[in-house]
Structure formats: C-alpha cells, structure tokens
C-alpha cells in the first residue's frame, strides 16, 4: 500500500534509522548526505532526479521495472550500477524497508551477522 505522503531524504533517513540497525551511520559522499551501513553507502537521495536511490540487482531492477515501471526507474547515469531509483511518492514503505534490511545484511560481514543474529535469537527467547 503506497504511502499518502512522498518521501523526502529527511522522511527516508528517520525511517531508516528507525530499523535500529547496528553499524549504521550519517555519512557525506559527493557532496550529498546519505545513510552508510558497515562503512559502505547504504540508501541516499539524487539531488539531480529528487528520487531516493536504493541498492539492488540488476535482475531485481529488470523486474521491478517491468513490473511497477510508476514507481520504479533509472537513468543513464546509473544504467552501469546495481541501482534503482524511486518516485518518493509511489514507492512503498513496506518495499523501502525490506530493501533496507536485505541490503544491511547484504553488506555485512558474515562474522558479525552470525553474531548478530545469535544474539537478536537469543533476545527473542527472554
């Protein structure tokens, strides 16, 4: 379900950082605010298109595209990375979330989500 209001940077970040992820941190890179996770870059905003930007497949991008081509996109300039771009006022919430967790775990290192998840495990038993 779409969301009523479009995302902003502010809007993206606070709900990125409301997953309360560890090692997850405001960074500055070409001049632009963005989220890294694991000291790589994690979700940030096109200032060129306005659009949020998110980390994904190429196969995924194919995909979302065919399928929801009103919300999802890209550009020439990120037609060589596996990126996808999103209309801040179709994208939704619950999309932006599942994309945010599995790109976190995505670029973890195996040791840490091993830990990681034995202790979110071990939190859940108590």
Same mark, same amino acid.
């Given at each position: 379900?779409? %969301?009523?209001?479009?995302?902003?940077?502010?809007?993206?970040?606070? =709900?990125?950082?409301?997953?309360? =992820? *560890?090692?997850?941190?405001?960074?500055?890179?070409?001049?632009?605010?963005? =989220? +890294?996770?694991?000291?790589?870059?994690?979700?940030?905003?096109? &200032?060129?298109?306005?659009?949020?930007?998110?980390?994904?497949?190429?196969?995924?991008?194919?995909?979302?595209?065919?399928?929801?081509?009103?919300?999802?996109?890209?550009? *020439?300039?990120?037609?060589?990375?596996? =990126?996808?771009?999103?209309? &801040?006022? +179709?994208?939704? &919430?619950?999309?932006?979330?599942?994309?945010?967790?599995?790109?976190?775990?995505? %670029?973890?290192? +195996?040791?840490?989500?091993?830990?990681?998840?034995?202790? %979110?495990?071990?939190?859940?038993?108590?």
């Amino acid at each position: 379900m779409p %969301q009523a209001e479009a995302f902003t940077w502010e809007t993206l970040r606070a =709900l990125a950082l409301s997953l309360n =992820l *560890p090692n997850v941190e405001d960074a500055v890179s070409w001049g632009q605010p963005n =989220l +890294k996770a694991h000291g790589k870059m994690w979700v940030w905003w096109s &200032p060129h298109e306005n659009t949020p930007v998110f980390k994904t497949t190429f196969e995924e991008r194919e995909f979302l595209i065919e399928v929801d081509p009103e919300t999802f996109y890209f550009t *020439p300039h990120y037609r060589s990375w596996p =990126l996808i771009l999103a209309r &801040p006022d +179709k994208v939704d &919430p619950d999309w932006v979330v599942a994309n945010l967790r599995r790109v976190w775990r995505e %670029q973890a290192k +195996k040791t840490f989500l091993k830990k990681w998840d034995a202790e %979110q495990t071990g939190s859940a038993q108590s």
